[in-house]
């Protein structure tokens, strides 16, 4: 019998880490995507080549796009500050349709194999603000895919999966370690430098430390002092 098919979209970072021991955990068969989109920290890529070849999944796919060319973000424009203390509003550091263009590749990835799911470590709770992490986008993204795939159109099902919405960091921590999940090979800072050392500081890191703390184990991140 032919297993689930399902696309993770891996970043590198802990939560799509995490995402992708879920997806496994529920017996589907992976295959991960990523993309180098013009980001500052480069490292988080090779993070991602590590976490997918631990996970030893079916196929890795890493798709170049230049979305950095399009500026506005501290993420992709080395020129723009990413701020590292806390800020009302939509920070800096949102990248603008970043995760409505890595949808959309991993949905065309999923139509190819006809594959059942998408799975997305969006989180909700711990996170910077962003528009495309709320669970009001996630609803949205799923009618567009009902409406705009021959798979739904013919009567399939393709499920925009994302396990993390409602969770907090330490929450995720304490899930992934069941599924062992190596922290130590993920990259969420939003400066890492190439060796994916971590700042400390960012609004990334922030979140990422405390959730170890509150989740009661020792921090494996690498920090750059």
């Known amino acids: 019998m032919n297993k689930k098919k399902a696309i993770v979209l891996v970043s590198g970072g802990l939560d799509s880490a995490t995402c992708l021991a879920i997806a496994k955990a529920q017996n589907y068969e992976c295959y991960a995507i990523s993309f180098e989109y013009g980001q500052r920290s480069r490292s988080e890529l090779q993070a991602a080549k590590e976490i997918v070849a631990a996970a030893r999944i079916v196929e890795h796919k890493i798709f170049s796009l230049q979305m950095g060319e399009l500026g506005s973000s501290a993420l992709t424009d080395v020129h723009i500050k990413v701020p590292e203390e806390e800020s009302e509003g939509i920070p800096v550091t949102y990248v603008p349709a970043r995760n409505t263009v890595f949808l959309s590749y991993a949905l065309a990835w999923t139509e190819v194999l006809k594959g059942e799911a998408i799975f997305m470590g969006l989180n909700a709770r711990d996170y910077s603000g962003y528009p495309d992490c709320r669970p009001e986008y996630v609803a949205a993204f799923q009618q567009l895919i009902n409406l705009a795939t021959k798979r739904s159109v013919e009567g399939g099902i393709i499920k925009l999966e994302t396990p993390l919405i409602d969770l907090n960091k330490s ?24 060796s994916g050392r971590a700042c400390g500081r960012c609004d990334s890191c922030r979140f990422r430390h405390k959730g170890f703390v509150d989740a009661g184990v020792d921090d494996p991140t690498r920090y750059q002092l």
């Open 171 to 194: 929450e995720i921590i304490k899930i992934g370690l069941r599924l062992g999940v190596n922290y130590g090979n993920t990259v969420s800072c939003y400066q890492a430098d190439e």
